[in-house]
């Protein structure tokens, strides 16, 4: 843009009134409704704070959420290169369907993302009688939060490999290959070099959704204190019960959650010189 | 590819085929009978006219944000690009506590409106700011790769003719924007009208005035209503296609980016 002259330049009035608005509004949606939630979370003091993030529910919710990530993150990282290494290195029929199937967890309500495997699994769903008669709980358990949360995040890998991975395209492959590297060798020494970046990013953006994600892990998890209730039901359990302080200092922590995810995300965007994308 | 192929059937397909399999066994009558009671009526009119109103909002500030952002240099502008991802970042529960706690009549905001009457929270206006929120981020990034690449020489083209700057922007550059705008304010529509996480705080959740569809549809299934949450699952889903489907179509039509 250093060649703007003056005659594509807006005038000063018209700059300041726009980068005026912009700021008014940023603030208003976007950095006060942020510094409240450290402020409402520390507003009793320090010793509430630690007293609430600390306190043996808040403890149990934090691990459930990390179990989710820890389950979820790899299955879709897997899944992600999978479905990228199929549609950029090999040509088939219904390749541009397949890409519109991937983003439609996106386009789903996480409402009804969660509601499927509740008509699925719960105790009137198509597999309900069978799982009742074996003793295995899905519903309203560990597996049923674990299959919505892999549902929501889905897509979050896989697109963002697919369009680098199709840019790529299969010659450096061929060259390794006809060297005589194997497959494995020249997935593990030329594929993952190329694409550790972008798939860093999706991992980022999938985890942030992981650990964060509310509507579809609300309709399966019962909301069994203790048990089933992630750090984003906790804080929502909370906030219901009128604990307003200990309610806030929850939701700092995923608020921090949030930061660090958005921190990386534009260190990666900055060292590896990616473009904007929307997850 | 076989993998790719199972993983996303199971996982996907199958359960929302199941949706309508399920609600297709009610039968039209059925169907018809579960979605057209006045409190579904009521919620569907909230969602849709709320996800509506709240992405012209976004176009309107989504265009100018992306406008100061692509077009401007001043500091802070890296730190202010960086946080327009916040809404993407931060976990919707988050924010709609954040949110409530701001326009709350006891809250920063609230508290400045409620001598003029004005109620934010707990009524429509609150699921609006919601809604803005979360949509935001959606227009502004895909705006901002059609505006970077955007010619400038057009703008000095015009300029040497004659235009204002104005004019140069109604006729010039606004009918270039105008289709990744469109694709921008679809997809924030698409997120808003399904969204639930940040909207069951601020929205008072009272039936048939501040209920949304995606609340309707968790409180069908607590009191075990499963044909009427399925029927209204069917519903959206079909939204939902059909939403999916007229993005896709713009983002070919006008190849904004093959992959937003």
Known sequence: ?279 | MGFTLAYLGLIVLFPLLLVFVKASGLGWSGLLHAVSTPRVLAACRLTFGLSALACLLNCVFGLLIAWVLVRYRFPGRGFLDASVDLPFAMPTAVAGIALTGIYAPNGWIGSLLKPYGIKVAFAPPGILIALVFIGLPFVVRTLQPVLEDFEIAQEEAAASLGATRWQTFCRVVFPQLAPALVTGTTLAFARAVGEYGSVVFIAGNMPGKTEIVPLLIITKLEQYDYAGATALAALMLLISFALLLLINFLQRKTLVRPNT
């Open chain 1, 1 to 279: 843009m250093s060649v703007q002259t003056r005659s594509t330049q807006d005038p000063l009035w018209a700059r300041i009134l726009l980068i005026g608005g912009m700021f008014a509004f940023l603030c208003l949606f976007l950095f006060v409704p942020l510094a409240s939630v450290f402020v409402e979370a520390f507003r009793k003091g320090l010793a509430v704070y630690a007293a609430a993030i600390t306190e043996e529910n808040a403890r149990s919710a934090i691990v459930l959420t990390l179990t989710l990530a820890v389950i979820c993150v790899p299955l879709n990282a897997v899944f992600g290169l999978a479905a990228a290494w199929a549609i950029a290195k090999f040509s088939f029929k219904g390749k541009s369907l397949l890409l519109a199937l991937i983003d439609l967890p996106f386009a789903v309500s996480p409402v009804v993302s969660g509601l499927v495997y509740v008509l699925l699994f719960g105790a009137n769903g198509v597999f309900g009688a069978w799982l009742q008669a074996h003793d295995i709980q899905i519903i309203f358990a560990v597996p049923g939060m674990a299959l919505a949360t892999i549902f929501v995040t889905f897509p979050f890998v896989a697109r963002e490999l697919i369009p680098l991975m199709q840019a790529q395209g299969n010659d450096q492959e061929y060259a390794a290959l006809s060297l005589g590297a194997s497959g494995w060798q020249t997935f593990l020494r030329v594929t993952l070099p190329n694409i550790k970046w972008a798939l860093f990013y999706g991992i980022i953006l999938c985890n942030a959704r992981a650990m964060g994600e509310f509507g579809a892990v609300s309709v399966v998890s019962g909301h069994i204190r203790g048990e089933t209730n992630t750090l984003p039901l906790h804080v929502e359990v909370l906030y219901n019960e009128y604990n307003s302080a200990a309610a806030f200092a929850c939701a700092s922590i995923l608020s921090l959650l949030g930061l660090l995810t958005l921190g990386l995300k534009t260190f990666i965007e900055w060292r590896a010189g990616l473009r904007h994308r929307n997850p």
